[in-house]
C-alpha cells in the first residue's frame, strides 16, 4: 500500500516539477508515460523499506513519528527518479 502511495507522490512531484518549470500547463491527470517505468524501477528496488515502513502503523500510533521515517526514503527515492530521467542533471 505504501509502495502505490509513494509511486503517485513521486508521479505528482514529477508533474509540479516539470510544468511548473515553464513547460506548459500542468493537469492532474498528465504525467509523460516514461516517467511511469522510472517510478516503478526506483521503489521496487526499494519494497522492502516501504513495506517495513507500512508495517510500522501498528506498532507507532504516532503518524508524525512515522512521517519523520519516511523523509529520507523519500527523498532518496525522488533523487534517483530525477537522475534516471534528467542524465547529467544533479540531484
Given amino acids: 500500500m505504501l509502495h502505490d502511495l509513494a509511486a503517485a507522490a513521486l508521479l505528482a512531484y514529477l508533474a509540479v516539477a516539470h510544468y511548473g518549470r515553464g513547460r ?3 493537469a492532474p491527470s498528465e504525467a ?3 516517467w511511469q517505468p522510472a ?3 526506483v ?3 526499494r519494497r522492502d ?10 506498532e507507532v500510533p504516532d503518524a508524525e513519528a512515522i512521517a519523520a521515517r519516511l523523509v529520507d526514503p523519500v527523498t532518496d527515492a525522488a533523487r534517483d ?7 547529467g542533471v544533479s540531484a
Fill in 49 to 58: 523499506i516501504f513495506a517495513r515502513l507500512w508495517s510500522l502503523r501498528e
Fill in 32 to 34: 509523460p508515460a516514461h
Fill in 24 to 26: 506548459g500547463d500542468w
Fill in 39 to 41: 517510478v516503478t524501477s
Fill in 43 to 45: 521503489l521496487t528496488n
Fill in 81 to 87: 527518479v530525477l537522475r534516471r530521467l534528467y542524465r
